[in-house]
């Protein structure tokens, strides 16, 4: 008989939030003569567990929406493998790194309790309360964080996963990598050149010449290419037609393949080797192999 997993029921943990407590503790401290702040607070303890409760579905920089459109914009699968790596990695560190300082604001509040203990002094004892109260305070608020940072971490997990199984493997060599670099910069050239002629008339703009002449390429050749697509477009319009997204990707690939031999050739011919095997990992370096 197989065994059927089940999800385990955590225990229900009733917390109190420290800010909320806080909240109630104020009020000593505002104008005696406006008693209208009692009843903002008042207001505000009712409605803040709800707003609690909304609120720990943030604790993140940025959606999920956001994550794979207006941070990661590589028009490559490995281009984008390598920023999802980044934000893997940063969040990963950012987690740790968390989780390491709790521990330590732990161990600090550890020790303020024996000091509160052993203070004899009035005051003293009363500073060593408020110092415990606020890294407790702080304890939780960084629990939210951590929480925000997990889910982060899950999601461009989730993501890689994605884009690994859209390019057919288990994972990327160093050399793949390399190799697909002279697409991603191909493309990202074009992409930058067409936006900035768009809006200039169909002229490509002085930066984007230059970055097309670092990959070989001549300004010239490149506005031939553009005034082309651009013509292809007008005449859709012409015919009531709207020229698509995936119509203009396909011409920039078609434009990065046509050019694809461009920034090698203009690399060696200034004496670089494009791809040095030795500095790379994941490849064999058996003798005979090229």
């Keep these: 008989m197989k065994a059927i997993n089940k999800i385990k029921k955590l225990p229900v943990v009733e917390v109190v939030n420290k800010d909320v407590q806080t909240l109630g503790k104020v009020s000593s401290y505002l104008p005696a003569n406006k008693p209208e702040y009692g009843l903002m607070l008042d207001n505000i303890k009712e409605k803040m567990p709800s707003v609690l409760k909304s609120e720990s579905n943030f604790h993140k920089s940025h959606s999920q929406f956001m994550n794979v459109t207006v941070d990661v914009t590589q028009l490559t699968p490995m281009r984008s493998i390598k920023h999802t790596l980044a934000e893997i990695d940063q969040t990963r560190q950012a987690v740790t790194s968390t989780y390491f300082r709790v521990k330590k604001n732990k161990i600090k509040i550890e020790q303020l309790k024996q000091e509160h203990e052993k203070a004899t002094d009035f005051y003293e004892k009363q500073l060593l309360a408020l110092d415990i109260e606020e890294q407790e305070a702080g ?23 994605n884009l690994i199984k859209k390019l057919g493997k288990d994972f990327i060599t160093e050399e793949e990598y390399e190799k697909e670099e002279v697409k991603y910069h191909l493309m990202t050239a074009i992409k930058q050149a067409l936006v900035a002629a768009r809006a200039r008339g169909g002229t490509i703009d002085e930066g984007n010449h230059i970055y097309l002449f670092e990959l070989g390429i001549n300004g010239a050749q490149a506005q031939l290419e553009f005034d082309a697509y651009f013509h292809t477009e007008m005449e859709l319009l012409k015919e ?10 396909q011409w920039m690939e078609a434009l990065s393949e046509k050019w694809a031999d461009n920034p090698v050739y203009f690399a060696t011919r200034r004496g670089f080797e494009v791809l040095d095997k030795q500095s790379l990992t994941n490849v064999s370096l058996l003798k005979g192999d090229k």
């Excluded at 009531?240 to 990707?249: I, N, V």
Aim: proline fraction near 3%; avoid cysteine; hydrophobic fraction near 35%.
């Design 139 to 161: 304890v939780e608020y960084t629990r939210e964080l951590v929480a925000g940072s997990v889910r982060k971490l899950n999601f461009f997990i989730n993501q890689y996963d």
């Design 240 to 249: 009531g037609k709207a020229p698509t997204h995936e119509m203009t990707l």
